[in-house]
Every structure is written in C-alpha cells, then in structure tokens.
C-alpha cells in the first residue's frame, strides 16, 4: 500500500509540475528593427549577443565581458576612506538620509561612472 501511494504522489508530482513545450516560446507581431532595446539578449554574462529578431535579415551583435569603452581609469574616490567612520555613526544611529547625502558625495567617484559595453562583432545574415 505504501508503494502505491508513493507512486500516485510522485506521479501526481510530475504530472503537476510538468511544462509544455508549447509555452516556452516568444513570438513578436513585428521585427525588432535596428532598436538596441528590441532586441533579445542571450548569454552566459562574460560572453553574450544581442540578436535582433527581423525577417529580411538578422543581425547578432556580440559582446565579451572585457571589451569596454574608453581606457583603463581608477573609479575610487580618495575622499571615501576618512569619511567612512562618520558614515558608519550616521547609520547607527539611523540617519540614513544623512549618511546616504554623505556618500553621494565622497563615495561615489567623482570622475567616471564605469564604461559601457563595446561590441567585439556583428554578424548580418540574410
């Protein structure tokens, strides 16, 4: 009897859980044009592409984690450290407005804000 229980709730399980492979797709009512915004991304996060989803011919922009624009610069803010302990005290005391108006202004770098992404390809195929 135990058996057969445990069939029918791993059955159930199964049964309950399982996905059709119908809803697992994306369908569009217009191609995505040369728009970065409409096109799908894909990607593991150190390698990944932009496809652009068109009829007459699609594009695939490819991008790696370690292509970025501009050159190397130091993003750190020399201001950061001796403010630090007078961030800590603001929190603590529950002053976080304070402490968040103190740490836009020596945290964040003064100088960039990162980099942006640079393709390193694109493939247009027909």
């Known amino acids: 009897m135990r058996f057969f229980l445990l069939f029918i709730f791993i059955f159930t399980a ?9 809803e697992l797709k ?6 995505s044009g040369n728009t970065w915004e409409n096109a799908l991304p894909i990607g593991n996060g150190r390698l990944g592409a932009m496809v652009y989803g068109n009829v007459e ?26 403010a630090l302990p007078e961030l800590r005290r603001l929190i603590f005391e529950g002053k976080q407005k304070e402490a968040e108006q103190l ?23 027909k």
Request: hydrophobic content about 35%; proline content about 5%.
């Open 26 to 31: 994306l369908w569009y009512n217009k191609p």
């Open 14 to 22: 199964e049964w309950v859980c399982a996905q059709s492979g119908n």
């Open 103 to 125: 740490a836009n202004k020596v945290i964040i770098s003064k100088k960039s804000h990162g980099q942006m992404f640079q393709p390193v390809g694109v493939w247009v195929g």
């Open 57 to 82: 011919e699609e594009i695939i922009q490819l991008n790696e984690h370690t292509v970025w624009s501009g050159s190397p610069n130091r993003n750190d803010n020399h201001e950061a450290l001796a």
